[in-house]
């Protein structure tokens, strides 16, 4: 089928005129019925059903119009994609990241990135809130958890395992919980946004969930925050893998109670815009990919994401 005959058919189904139609696509009545009837008889059915003072989708039509829709997305998609693989990897990348993620893990990465590829300029905001694009003037974001907004495009990075992590300092000092029941006994050092604190933990053991409420007399609304009071032996904290990953391999922090499992992240980099996923940020993406698959893998090989399967 021509596609120029959907996206006419697209915008009578919009409009519910083949006049008005025809005005927005700036040709003539006759040329936007006749492209309607062209697609009509290749489909051998009416996409509208028609009066003498009104149009409105067949039965068909309801069925057969937003398939056109979704199809011819993912041909402009498919476009644009071409078009940008042969481009040079330059630009600005206006990018927020969240606090802990951006300081003590993706920070060096965007470095690489840079060094690799000197014609891409960065901007960096770090940042634990939810990121307004249009308010803060920001073209991508690193986040937990899928994009919420239906509008918005995004890339999932990878899957992250969550942990119940402590210092060899204040295991020595507190003792090692080995139930919920002991865990509650413990100081839990929280992360609070917007004045909400993340005080009921939730874990996996053998195909059951189970959530406890934690008490804390460390409470903070910066993730780094928490993982540096955990270091420094304040208390007991549940953070992403990644977040934990150098303090994990240097032995600064210890996992504990390793048959109860935090739930599983989503890392993603989310564009408010398909315009906005240059061949910069595709580049950007696969280097973060690769980066987060190797460290996840390190993690694994040290023993720190037993029964880990996401690799």
């Known amino acids: 089928m021509n596609t120029e005959d959907l996206k006419i058919a697209i915008t009578i189904a919009e409009l519910g005129s083949i006049t008005a139609a025809a005005k927005r696509l700036d040709m ?7 492209a309607l009837k062209r697609l009509e008889r290749q489909l051998g059915a009416e996409l509208f059903v028609r009066t003498t003072r009104s149009l409105r989708l067949s039965k068909i039509g309801e069925q057969f119009i937003p398939q056109c829709k979704e199809a011819l997305s993912i041909l402009e998609e498919a476009k644009i994609q071409n078009s940008n693989t042969n481009k040079s990897i330059t630009g600005e990348l206006k990018l927020s990241v969240s ?5 003590n893990l993706l920070l060096p990465w965007l470095d690489d990135f840079i060094d690799q590829h000197p014609e891409v300029s960065l901007n960096l905001s770090i940042d634990d809130r939810q990121v307004d694009f249009y308010r803060d003037g920001i073209d991508i974001a690193i986040r937990y958890g899928s994009p919420k907004d239906s509008g918005f495009y995004g ?5 992250v395992p969550g942990l119940l992590c402590a210092s060899p300092g204040y295991l020595q000092q507190y003792g090692e919980p080995e ?6 006994q413990h100081n839990a050092l929280l992360y609070q946004l917007y004045g909400l604190s993340h005080d009921l933990w ?7 969930s189970y959530k406890v409420r934690m008490k804390s007399n460390h409470i903070c609304n910066d993730g780094d925050i928490v993982r540096r009071w955990c270091v420094a032996g304040k ?3 549940v953070k992403s893998s990644l977040d934990l990953a150098n303090d994990l391999i240097a032995g600064r922090l210890n996992v504990i109670m390793e048959d109860y499992q935090p739930p599983v992240k989503e890392l993603w980099l989310i564009c408010p815009s398909r315009q906005l996923i240059t061949p910069a940020v595709r580049a950007l993406r696969d280097h973060l990919r690769n980066q987060c698959k190797q460290l996840l893998a390190q993690l694994q090989e040290q023993g720190v994401l037993n029964g880990y399967t996401g690799l």
């Open 155 to 159: 890339f999932k990075l990878c899957d």
């Open 28 to 34: 003539r009545n006759a040329t936007a019925s006749a």
């Open 179 to 184: 139930t919920l029941e002991e865990l509650k």
């Open 202 to 208: 939730e874990f996996e053991h053998k195909g059951c």
């Open 99 to 103: 606090s802990d993620l951006g300081r």
């Open 235 to 237: 208390g007991i904290a």
